[in-house]
């Protein structure tokens, strides 16, 4: 389950912008999670549930997730297309010669947080 892991990683992310920034309490965090990243976001949200609690910062800070679409390009006929519709096959030009240029990322989009001074 790499899903705690990922969690984990984000909260120590966190509390690194929050040492930064002087940040007291964190609002909501937004993720840009790629369709074919791996995560499963139930479990994402669960293991964020579990972890959050026991986190002083993150105690009411939300989760959300913004699901990110996997785009490949052919290196034949330069065209992009989805890749969960058409997997490594070009539908254009039925090449093989494809990468994924977008889809298996997880980035953290937005934060809305407190700081210090604006107690």
């Known amino acids: ?11 120590k992310t966190l509390d690194e912008l ?19 990243s791996g995560i499963i976001t139930d479990l994402f949200v669960d293991c964020w549930n579990y972890f959050r609690v026991k986190h002083p910062l993150l105690k009411e800070c939300e989760l959300k ?11 034949d006929c330069n065209k992009t297309y989805s890749t969960i ?3 490594k ?6 090449g093989g010669n494809t990468w994924l ?3 298996n990322e997880c980035v953290i989009k937005e934060v809305e947080a407190e700081t210090e001074q604006e107690q």
């Open 1 to 11: 389950m790499h899903e705690m892991g990922i969690v984990t990683h984000l909260a």
């Open 18 to 36: 929050a040492v930064e920034k002087h940040i007291s309490k964190y609002g909501s965090v937004t993720l840009q999670v790629g369709e074919v």
């Open 65 to 75: 997730l913004e699901s990110t679409p996997a785009v490949t390009i052919c290196g």
């Open 85 to 87: 519709k058409y997997g």
């Open 89 to 94: 096959e070009c539908p254009y030009c039925h």
């Open 101 to 103: 240029v977008a889809g």
